[in-house]
């Protein structure tokens, strides 16, 4: 029976215009899902849309439109991106789905029968870009919130709470485990919203419309928290007719579940949504992955600096497996990254053009040349050397791709690229034709089209497209490799090599 995987990125919210933040998180899923069936692994890859709440009701007023009007060219930009980066997701989960909404309704009075949701007032700062009331440390000198930058809106009403005060010891428990990665979040965790005690989360608004209702109140729609975070779930089939997935995907413990959000929501991720499956009774994810944002020159990108990159022109100019590579090798989780222009074409020419272009390139000429594009099927003719060097390289790039470190997966296998560039160099292949040596140049030529077979393989979950051409320039059908006959190349067979394609033509 294959291992299970079910990785989840958060639902956005399509109030604005798409930004690369969005190819982001979903870009990284998908590589980790790609890589997990690459394993063998059984996967469900969950993605989607926050549909609720004030901002869009009143963005869809200031566009004299209803909002599922409004909604529904923002959700097909959406897929459209997707679509192009090459994101291969199980499941869209829009919010405004009926089968959530009823379970979101089921969930609220679940909690409520059970004693864990309230009635009372709410007084606070607000701020609609976040759906969040904001605490005094979330705001800025001057007044304004320190993620979107606008002016909270002062709001007394009515709300159902969410009784989180009475999970502190459990919420401290979670939070010194290896759930959330990377280990640091957890302290910024734990010092600012756990160690002053945590208050309860009100889970309902009355000023405005554009929610779901409960039963028990319908002057009082659900809002964000219960709405959105429960998506992982009721996408699942939870409390639904058909629970399969659900039963498959959450509740078998030998699933592996990782979910990853950005670091401005990390809160609501680590330490409510563990809150909420503890009062339902449900198993708690493995990992949640917080990674942090995408800044231009160090300034957090924003419309109103004008230094947001749009995603779909970078995939028209440059392809989808560029932007790909950048995200998954240039913007490391563990810390916030950068993206400009000069960063973006400095990082495709060294690393995809100049290590692994040019490697394929040469090798691909050479074997053509010297061996009429077919170096015989005795592939043990193969420098020992170079051979453990690739198999400590897979072994380093498996063990850091299962702790999600994809970026310092990334590096090993550029690494091998640069090794196996350097032993071109050093071995001189054109010298050993020259002076006859032909049984050395073929054991040159075996080791070097397997060195970037691997190369090829590791890299498939990131350049989507161009690892087939890659595996393709080597000789080998996509489905060739696996992890299983990586290291041995036991029943493996290159083809003739056919016509030569330039794979990564450099940026000017």
């Known amino acids: 029976m294959p291992k299970k995987f079910y990785v989840t990125t958060p639902i956005y919210y399509p109030s604005g215009n798409l930004h690369i933040g969005h190819a982001y998180t979903t870009t990284l899923a998908d590589i980790l899902n790609r890589y997990k069936q690459t394993k063998g692994y059984e996967t469900f890859f969950l993605t989607g849309s926050d549909e609720h709440g ?16 409004y909604l529904e060219d923002k959700i097909a930009n959406f897929k459209t991106l997707w679509e192009k980066l090459d994101i291969k997701y199980s499941k869209f989960i829009r919010t405004t789905d009926d089968y959530h909404e009823q379970t979101v309704k089921k969930i609220f009075t679940t909690l409520l029968e059970k004693g ?13 870009s976040c759906e969040e009331f904001l605490n005094a440390d979330q705001i800025t000198e001057d007044g304004n919130c320190k993620i979107s930058g606008g002016k909270p809106q002062l709001v007394k009403e009515d709300t159902y709470f969410l009784k989180t005060s009475a999970f502190q010891d459990f919420a401290t428990k979670v939070l010194t485990s290896d ?23 009100s889970v309902t608004r009355t000023t405005f419309k554009w929610g779901i209702p409960i039963d028990q109140d319908p002057s009082h729609v659900v809002y964000v928290w219960i709405d959105a975070l429960s998506n992982y779930i009721t996408a699942l089939g939870y409390d639904q007719n058909d629970d399969s997935l659900f039963k498959k995907f959450w509740q078998d413990p030998e699933t592996e579940i990782l979910q990853l959000a950005g670091k401005e929501i990390i809160r609501f991720h680590a330490i409510y949504w563990p809150i909420m499956l503890e009062g339902l009774g449900l198993r708690q994810p493995n990992h ?23 995603p779909i022109a970078l995939i028209d100019e440059f392809g989808a497996d560029a932007l790909r590579f950048y995200i998954a090798n240039d913007l490391p989780t563990d810390k916030d990254g950068n993206f400009t222009m000069d960063l973006f074409t400095e990082s495709f020419n060294a690393h995809l053009a100049n290590n692994i272009g040019n490697l394929i390139s040469r090798t691909n000429n050479m074997i053509t040349k010297y061996f009429d594009g077919h170096l015989g099927d005795d592939l043990n003719l193969v420098d020992k050397i170079m051979l453990d060097e690739a198999n400590k390289s897979i072994e380093k790039f498996e063990l850091l791709m299962d702790q999600y470190k994809i970026s310092e997966a990334i590096r090993v296998v550029l690494d091998l690229g640069q090794t196996t560039n350097k032993y071109i160099e050093d071995k001189a292949p054109w010298n050993l034709e020259k002076e006859g040596k032909l049984e050395e140049l073929k054991v040159v030529m075996i080791t070097l089209q397997r060195m970037i077979s691997i190369i090829s393989f590791l890299l498939s979950p990131i350049l989507v497209k161009n690892s087939e051409i890659m595996l393709e320039q080597c000789g080998l059908k996509t489905d060739s490799l696996n992890f299983d006959n990586i290291k041995t190349f036991e029943n493996i067979k290159f083809n003739k090599l056919g016509e030569k394609a330039v794979i990564f033509q450099r940026i000017k």
């Open 54 to 69: 004030q901002k869009i009701e009143e963005k869809a007023k200031e566009a004299n439109q209803e909002p599922m009007v």
């Open 116 to 128: 864990l949701i309230f009635k009372g007032d709410y007084e606070g700062l607000y701020c609609v």
């Open 179 to 201: 759930f959330l990665l990377p280990e640091y979040r957890r302290n910024e965790m734990l010092k600012n919203f756990v160690e002053p005690g945590i208050k309860d989360l």
């Open 288 to 310: 949640l992955l917080g990674h942090g944002w995408i800044l231009s020159k160090d300034t957090k990108m924003s419309k109103s600096l004008g230094n947001v990159i749009d």
